[in-house]
């Protein structure tokens, strides 16, 4: 695919959980950094995590002790588990790599979390 693909987002109650999976290209791993993105309606798109080729991540202060990022080079996967979801993590969420966002954007993937 010329984009990556997001998936595993939904519908949950505010303290739910949801894992979130970015499937992506061979030729952006195991080299490249990753991050996770999200976008609400009205709001600018906001990196939430990232990790680099070597395993270090980093979060935002909005999601940190409650979202983990994880990345898997053999199957060209980066994941986010997402757990203790508030409502203002309400957002289309999408996964490129970083610090330069060079790929095609994808679709994204929901994610809604309700009071």
């Known amino acids: 695919q010329v984009q990556p693909v997001e998936s595993g987002g939904g519908l949950v109650q505010a303290g739910g959980s949801l894992r979130l999976s970015c499937a992506a290209s061979?030729?952006?791993?195991?080299?490249?950094?990753m991050g996770w993105y999200r976008q609400a309606p009205g709001k600018q798109r906001e990196l939430v995590a990232r990790?680099?080729?070597?395993?270090?991540?980093n979060y935002a202060d909005s999601v940190k002790g409650r979202f983990t990022i994880s990345r898997d080079n053999a199957e060209n996967t980066l994941y986010l588990q997402m757990n203790s979801l508030k409502p203002e993590d309400t957002a289309a969420y999408y996964c490129?790599?970083?610090?330069?966002?060079?790929?095609?954007w994808g679709q994204g993937t929901q994610v809604t979390v309700s009071s």
């Open positions: 061979r030729s952006i791993f195991p080299a490249n950094a």
């Open positions: 490129n790599t970083y610090p330069y966002s060079v790929l095609r």
């Open positions: 990790i680099t080729s070597g395993g270090t991540t």
